[in-house]
């Protein structure tokens, strides 16, 4: 539940530097987005529609990586918003995993955040469907 789309706001994150990063974000317009990053590409994955204001929402993303190809899928409030093939790959960069925050310590989330999961597998678009009914 976001109380501003005035500014960038980090939902999650993990960014190290000019490493390997990710973070889920609303950016200036309260659509959400995934933001990838290795050390030579810095790349957006964003959502057709925004947020709104004050209201409670459910964003997801999952990231699918076969080994070959890696594929992002956004998710608001339980429904496919967005599917990109593709994408860059995350390494992992040693970071810290932040909510409602950025490593820079100035790119804050304005309002609340509330069950935040990560999985060790992309989840299918049932099970996400599933999470959105469970906190409705």
Known sequence: KTTTGAVQQEIANKS?????????????TAAPRVRIRNSVTNLDYGATSAIALNTWAYVGFTLQDNGTDT???????????????????IGDNGGQFLIGAHQDGVRYFNGLIDDVRIYNRALNADEIRRLYNLGR
């Open 71 to 89: 594929t992002i899928r956004l998710f608001i409030n339980g429904a496919l918003n967005q599917t990109y093939n593709n994408a860059i790959r």
């Open 16 to 28: 190290y530097s000019s490493a390997s990063a990710y973070n889920i974000q609303l950016d200036i």
